[in-house]
């Protein structure tokens, strides 16, 4: 029988609420298949550990510690903004992979993170034929996003959505208590830069008439200054108040972010402050409304301490199956979550060909947006409830959630240094 | 034995995730008491449901329904922003309060708020006298600003704290993960216009050297912006990332909040956006440091998803206890929460008379900022632990909290209109 091989594991792009529970799911996995997988290299700040030969031991973390990752926001072994260039235009950096891998007996590449490392992970993929090395690079989704395609949700983003609604339903309550003498408009802007996933994930806290948010803005539907007017005019007319979910990828009718389009001072400049503050601006001086406004940010993607039961469940599965997929000789695949049915809601971890996962974007269906623009439809309804479902509060201690930090304990460097493109 | 009187409550100035559990506190121990104290009526929309006659008969909401309001953030009766003048300025609106609290039988007065509303509670409580109306009225403390002196604390702000620390800890496991190739400064703004008690409590989720928040900004320290700068670059050599928690009430040398000195265009215009944006692009601009922020506000005050149950339990106590003064015949006066030791935590409910209260705000003590003015000592620590500790997450139901909608049934009106001040 042939010695196990060893695996790589890194985590990419913007960190959410629960993708060191893939990690678990990965690690946890590799754990039980010791004749086949020898230990987990993860690489510290995901790709770049491995370009400069930064590796974190995994076998060095116990066994409690791995399972710590399941409440712990976050990327436990640090994340990178960095995009592989083409084969043609940076050899030397894949040479330079394959240096690596090589020296440390690497088998199996997890690259866990949104669509550009879904790239990356392609790409890697092919290396093991374009340059002889036998390596299977599986990848595990991540993006609070949810733009991945072919897979049904991506990991993360459940978590987000829930934050989202339970965040604008409390809003809700408050501007409701307060409306009568003081601010009738609130809004909360949202992440989400080009896909209005979590925007429409807030429209979850409208069960029935008359909850909020009344209005949610989303990238998908071009911002028309009139009509927004005329609907938070009337809601507040209505319901004496109004709540909006507006994402943070709004457009303009020019094509730009309207947080760059509608923000720009006497000289041109962007104006500080993002889109939420300019909506209240312009319902302030055209609506005389009283208004208040937050921004997520990475408050909504860090959010552990209430995320989605389902999503973390998901989260696990796609490291555990990413693993099984290894096993079974898979390569240039990503781990799927393929819903089987809405009510009740049934899925399982599946797989994709990387092929049609890298570079292609999932925005919000037309249908999934009212005829107006201005909130979700029953299909979207359908499709995003199930998602938030479930509880599963972290461990706290003197009343604050307790997350773990690793050992992270380095690798011994076989190969000498490497500069990387910055 | 004389016929029991009916009991007036109302809400009033910003709402809590906790104000509602004063309010069961009250209802409850009252329902306990029928033969002293009739019905309780809710003010709709505080102090101006009084001033128009607009009354709640909270005798006609099932038991199981003012239960719910202890796990209901916000004010399930409506609240308000309306401070009454003195008796001078106003007789009109004194002799309106009696009138209506005349026609409904109305001898206890409870009114839950803040330092304005302690004001106005204080000025009923004298109108028994002035007018010759017997009336005994009762402050229940509350506000998230944590600013009421003689309390300890003030029932809602624990659960701001919890927030706070809770949610600065998530984002600076977020911002560690991505310093290395991306971001490497977060800022939490906060509110607390004129006190730092909110900011202050971020700072309980650095236990041990290395975690964030590593810097607070308090309105009790004057901006300085040299020493700001230098800390943070000092801070993000030594860690990788900093993050911070800034209040919104931080002040300019020039004694402006520096949200306003600070963000003016060319013209003299107040920019857009509030205090995080501009910490932001100073960081950017004198120390070229990737930045995310977030501006919290309505979130925290409403995440009773995340409330601190030691808060909770105050909030009970305090609405509680106020019944029972009521019934010991005391008025003018304000429910308290008196600490009997910081470890092990020991409160009980006590009591303060209402001219001491009335318009005296409590700010951060010196001893409780560390002498560099950006975090906390370990004296203030002392003081907040306490106040998160404990969760009690409300019943979820589809993913989401469920949070009660009173029926808020009106008393039948006996008087004619009355026009209040606007």
């Known amino acids: 029988m042939a010695k196990p091989r060893n695996a790589f594991y890194a985590q990419s792009g913007g960190v959410t609420a629960v993708i060191n529970v893939s990690a678990a799911g990965v690690i946890e996995t590799a754990r039980k298949h010791r004749n086949k997988i020898g230990k987990v290299y993860a690489g510290r700040n995901g790709i770049i550990g491995a370009l400069t030969e930064d590796l974190i031991d995994t076998s060095k973390e116990s066994a409690a ?78 993006t609070m996003d949810n733009d991945l395609p072919i897979t049904d949700t991506c990991p993360g983003f459940g978590s987000v959505a829930k934050y989202t609604a339970v965040s604008i339903r409390e809003a809700s309550f408050d501007l409701a208590s307060m409306a009568k003498t003081s601010t009738q408009v609130f809004i909360l802007e949202v992440m989400g830069r080009h896909a209005g996933w979590t925007a429409a994930a807030g429209g979850l806290a409208a069960e029935k008439d ?56 006497a000289f041109g400049h962007s104006q500080l402050g993002g889109l939420a503050p300019l909506l209240a601006k312009l319902l302030k001086d055209k609506l005389g409304l009283k208004y208040h406004w937050a921004v997520a940010d990475y408050l909504m993607r860090a959010a552990r301490h209430i995320a989605s039961k389902t999503d973390l469940q998901q989260s696990y599965a796609v490291g555990k199956h990413a693993v099984e997929l290894a096993l079974k000789g898979k390569s240039g695949v990503m781990a799927t979550i393929d819903r089987l049915s809405d009510k009740p809601y049934k899925w399982r971890a599946g797989e994709a060909p990387l092929s049609s996962v890298a570079n292609v974007e999932k925005k919000m269906p037309r249908d999934f947006i009212t005829a107006d623009g201005f909130h979700i439809t029953d299909k979207c309804r359908r499709y995003l409830a199930p998602l938030i479902q479930g509880e599963d509060a972290p461990p706290y201690r003197n009343g604050l959630p307790q997350y773990v930090t690793l050992k992270n304990a380095p690798v011994p460097k076989k190969c000498g240094p490497f500069e990387y493109k910055k």
């Not at 007017?229 to 709004?250: F, M, R, Y």
């Open 65 to 142: 510690n791995i399972a710590a990752l399941k409440h712990t926001p976050a990327g436990a072994f640090g994340s990178c903004r960095y995009k592989l260039k083409g084969f043609d235009k940076n050899q030397a950096e894949y040479e330079r992979l394959i240096e690596v891998f090589k020296a440390h007996d690497i088998g199996y590449f997890f690259y866990n993170g949104g669509g550009d490392s879904a790239d990356t992970c392609l790409k890697v993929s092919q290396l093991s034929e374009k340059m002889g090395y036998p390596l299977q690079a599986i990848h595990v989704p991540k």
């Open 210 to 265: 008359g909850d909020g948010p009344q209005v949610i803005l989303f990238p998908e539907i071009v911002f028309d200054e009139a009509r927004f007017l005329a609907k938070v005019d009337a809601t507040v007319k209505k319901c004496g108040w109004c709540t909006i979910v507006a994402s943070e990828g709004l457009h303009a009718p020019s094509g730009e972010f309207l947080s760059e389009a509608g923000g720009r001072d």
